[in-house]
């Protein structure tokens, strides 16, 4: 299943400048989701982050990656016009830098759910090479 942003906005609550997921390729609810991010000179944070030599935040490429999950847990309709939170973010790990140009691929499975507290294993690649990893804990509110 392939979503637009417009698709995507009728999930997550998230809105510009800060969705940062710009398509979803691969969608199983409550399962995995596998989105885009084609990162752009023009985003915002760019202008700080850093001037001479432009990197994206990690703590962005991990707020992509959870709302890239939020897509796959929030599908189930059970969950319709609920929000996802961060409960946790374990075991991140940062292993190359993302920089304009660079297209993000965001993976995140579900590893774990009781209730509305649940656990997805994150990736981040660019071009088939890892940028990030995390384990993360949400909750469905």
């Known amino acids: 299943m392939v979503m637009d942003i417009n698709e995507i906005m009728k999930i997550i609550p998230h809105r510009q400048p800060f969705l940062l997921i710009d398509r979803i ?3 199983e609810p409550g399962v995995y989701a596998m989105g885009k991010k084609c990162v752009s000179y023009n985003e915002p944070f760019f202008n700080g982050h850093f001037p001479q030599e432009p990197v994206m935040p990690g703590v962005l490429i991990l707020e992509a990656l959870a709302q890239t999950g939020a897509v796959a847990i929030l599908s189930l309709p059970e969950n319709k016009g609920k929000t996802a939170y961060f409960g946790a973010i374990d075991k991140a790990k940062f292993k190359r830098k993302v920089v304009p140009g660079d ?3 965001l993976e995140l499975k579900i590893v774990k759910q ?3 507290i649940g656990v ?3 990736k981040a690649t660019v071009d088939g090479k890892v940028a990030a990893t ?4 949400f909750a469905i509110g």
């Open 103 to 105: 297209v993000l691929t």
């Open 120 to 122: 997805g294993e994150a």
């Open 114 to 116: 009781k209730g509305a």
């Open 25 to 27: 390729e691969e969608l």
């Open 134 to 137: 995390a384990e993360m804990t």
